[in-house]
């Protein structure tokens, strides 16, 4: 991860990782898989949990999303150990809201709450 760069270009945003000594573009990051991957990073701020009219504590399904992008990531590291941190967490989020649509469309209202 650290050699990971970020470059701007309007309102796109563009990962460029060091490979063999040369800066290459990974692709383009767009703002919510940056946000998401940055509050995932040991360290970030979070927001303290408290109880909604659900029975559950806010942050439950951010909680249980990253959990399942966590778990993914492992796996998509073992399989692929050249990829880069944060091509690893785009191709994780996009598998696991992909295969759990009604875990995701929590996971935003759950933010959105926030």
């Known amino acids: 991860m650290e050699n990971l760069k970020l470059g ?3 309102t796109r945003h563009i990962a460029y990782a060091q490979r063999g000594g040369k ?8 703002e919510a898989h940056l ?5 995932s990073l040991p360290g ?10 659900t029975g559950r504590s806010a ?8 959990n399942a ?8 590291r073992s399989a692929n150990p050249e990829l880069t941190e944060l091509e690893l ?3 994780a989020t996009a598998q696991v809201s992909k295969e759990n649509p009604l875990l ?3 996971y935003r209202a759950d933010v959105q709450r926030v």
């Open 35 to 39: 946000r998401a991957y940055v509050a």
């Open 104 to 106: 995701l469309s929590e």
């Open 69 to 76: 992008v966590l778990t993914r990531i492992g796996e998509l």
């Open 8 to 10: 701007r270009v309007r």
């Open 23 to 30: 800066n290459e573009p990974i692709g383009e990051i767009d």
């Open 44 to 53: 970030s701020y979070t927001v303290p949990n408290t109880p909604h009219d």
């Open 89 to 91: 967490h785009r191709l």
């Open 59 to 66: 942050g439950f399904a951010r909680q249980k999303f990253n």
